[in-house]
């Protein structure tokens, strides 16, 4: 039998402990009222292995991924993480260990925590946050554990969780239908701006299609003077986004009275995608989200947005010709 285990688990970023800029989202009442829990830890470095927490569990049955197991733990099993998507409310895959040890009761370490699982740090996989694409739609029952080689109506369900394993949870490319002006590089400033714009547009284009659907369920709507330039759609929920592109290193964006409304909302289904050095072969992606604990704006790199400057402005017209 496959030796593979599901754990529900809060919705974080990094999972390596309260931070101001990783709060626990969509796990149980207790994790989300507390802001702690063994969980918030289980992709933490610790000297070169980490500690996996079940929540609410204190015994498992090692028996249900090994009949002949006649001892109190399992080398080799493969143990993936699923939370819920806070916005989208389905559940999804946010990493895995591999080749852990999974004790039947939980077992207690130097660092002052519990755990059931225990690998070396260079055998687990967290996807950036972004990245979560893989959904695991009706699985998870009152318990945070799910033995998926138990049921056969998941297998087909299995073949692809274990091939997006192997796949290193990599996402594949989409191609856009957007046309980028060519060989202009080295035309006036404005062209310049516009190529640098437009091709920010087209990676944010990309970076939506990927994680949502592909491109059927990206709008462009600039014309339209919204606040934002693309909408993402899906049966549950859309995400606006404003797409800001710099040719330079440095994150320096201008917002318009009219974004800069929308970025003020502090909406979570608002989303700022920032492309730096746009015209390089490795290009800088930043999307920064709003999060209310602390009223901060942070990025999935771990950057934080400074307070915005506000400046003003006038419109100037002529009262009388002489």
């Known amino acids: ?53 079940f929540p609410f569990i204190s015994s498992l049955s090692l028996k249900n991924l090994d009949k002949t197991l006649n001892r109190e733990y399992l080398e080799n099993v493969t143990v993936v993480f699923c939370a819920t998507h806070p916005t989208e409310r389905i559940m999804r895959v946010v990493g895995w260990y591999r080749k852990s040890r999974l004790y039947e009761t939980s077992q207690s370490n130097r660092y002052g925590s519990y755990y059931h699982a225990v690998t070396n740090f260079k055998n687990i996989h967290l996807i950036e946050e972004d990245d979560r ?32 394993i192997a796949n290193n949870g990599k996402i594949e490319k989409v191609a856009t239908k957007s046309k980028l002006i060519e060989g202009i590089a080295f035309q006036p400033d404005i062209e310049k701006r516009l190529l640098v714009e437009q091709t920010a547009v087209n990676f944010a284009k990309q970076f939506y299609a990927k994680r949502y659907g592909g491109m059927k369920n990206i709008k462009s709507v600039e014309s339209e003077k919204k606040g934002w330039d693309l909408e993402v759609k899906t049966d ?66 771990k950057s934080v947005l400074n307070p915005p400057i506000k400046r003003v402005s006038a419109a100037l017209r002529l009262k009388k010709v002489i």
Not at 28 to 47: M, P, S
Not at 133 to 162: E, M, N, W
Request: net charge positive; hydrophobic share 35%.
């Open 236 to 301: 549950t929920f859309k995400i606006n986004i404003e797409v800001k592109g710099q040719s330079g290193a440095e994150l320096n964006v201008e917002l318009t009275p009219n974004e800069f409304k929308a970025f003020n909302k502090c909406s979570q289904n608002y989303h700022l995608f920032v492309a730096n050095e746009v015209l390089s072969n490795n290009p800088i992606i930043r999307v920064f989200k709003y999060q209310k604990k602390g009223s901060i704006w942070v990025a999935n790199d």
């Open 1 to 53: 039998m496959e030796k593979i285990i599901l754990c529900r688990t809060a919705w974080m970023k990094y999972y390596e402990g309260r931070a101001n800029i990783d709060i626990p989202r969509s796990g149980a009442k207790y994790i989300l009222k507390n802001k702690t829990g063994g969980e918030i830890y289980n992709f933490k470095n610790r000297d070169g292995k980490v500690f996996g927490n």
């Open 133 to 164: 694409i893989f959904k695991l739609p009706k699985t998870f029952g009152r318990s945070s554990l799910y033995y998926i080689a138990l049921h056969p109506k998941k297998a087909k369900l299995l073949v692809a969780l274990k091939n997006y």
